[in-house]
């Protein structure tokens, strides 16, 4: 089985942004030295009838100019900054090879992040179809009933909804992938969702009940797989497999 992650398509993405940020950024330059010029420099009296337009223009030049150059300064920042590895899904990739169940018809594709399907941490493909992982290395007691998350207050020992809803993310990110597949005429590649807790059973406890997502500790994964994901492993054809790895890492 593979464990990649598309290092060149996320190279090649940031590279793009960085050199369209350094086109904004002249863009902005440009506006606000013609904004500052026009201001010092009238080229209409103020008596003229249509300063006003000449007013309007100039401060449009002079503040739009500086809002694209911070503009540009954020897309620069962003593709600097941009994630090219996910640890928690590099371990269960490593985590997922040492079991031995997956072959070479399998790839473990993680930090997933191109337009038209968004971030995912990662997805497992091979025959059985798409597995899209949302992988989690939170810690305490949690409760899970259909899609919505509890987490146990451990200074008062209440339990209060979960600042995030692993579920709910899982659901968008396997509905944003089977669009996109849909789109690349792959929609009869089925795709499925699990959610991942890294930590162990006695730093994260789970309580669950009707999960909407199948849900698994990391030391669990490979048993807690077969169950569902594995239990019909020829629903695609190899063809159809290789075209939606090759979309996930161009």
């Known amino acids: 089985m593979d464990n990649i992650a598309p290092v ?21 330059v440009l506006m606000t030295v013609l904004g500052l010029v026009f201001t010092t420099i009238l080229l209409l009296p103020r008596t003229h009838p249509l300063f006003w337009v000449y007013d309007i223009i100039t401060s449009f030049l002079l503040y739009g100019g500086i809002v694209v150059v911070i503009l540009a300064i954020a ?9 090219k590895e996910n640890d928690l899904a590099l371990l269960t990739g490593e985590y997922l090879t040492q079991t031995g169940t997956f072959d070479n018809r399998y790839s473990f594709i993680r930090n997933i992040n191109k337009p038209g399907i968004g971030y995912i941490d990662a997805v497992l493909l091979g025959p059985p179809g798409v597995l899209v992982f949302r992988i989690l290395d939170s810690q305490g007691n949690f409760a899970n009933e259909a899609g919505n998350w509890l987490r146990l207050n451990p200074k008062d020992n209440e339990w209060l909804p979960w600042k995030i809803n692993p579920t709910q993310e899982t659901v968008e990110d396997v509905k944003r992938l089977r669009e996109f597949m849909a789109r690349k005429n792959l929609a009869d590649v089925p795709v499925f969702g699990i959610i991942v807790f890294t930590a162990g059973p006695g730093a994260a406890q789970i309580a669950e009940k ?28 190899v063809e159809w497999a290789a075209a939606v790895r090759r979309l996930l890492l161009e």
């Open 75 to 83: 897309m620069g920042i962003r593709a600097l900054t941009r994630r």
């Open 8 to 28: 060149r398509a996320l190279n090649r993405r940031s590279t793009q942004l960085l050199q369209l940020g350094f086109i904004v950024l002249a863009v902005g």
């Open 210 to 237: 009707n999960p909407v997502v199948q849900i698994s500790h990391l030391h669990t994964l490979g048993q807690n797989l077969g169950k569902q994901y594995l239990a019909k492993p020829d629903r695609v054809p």
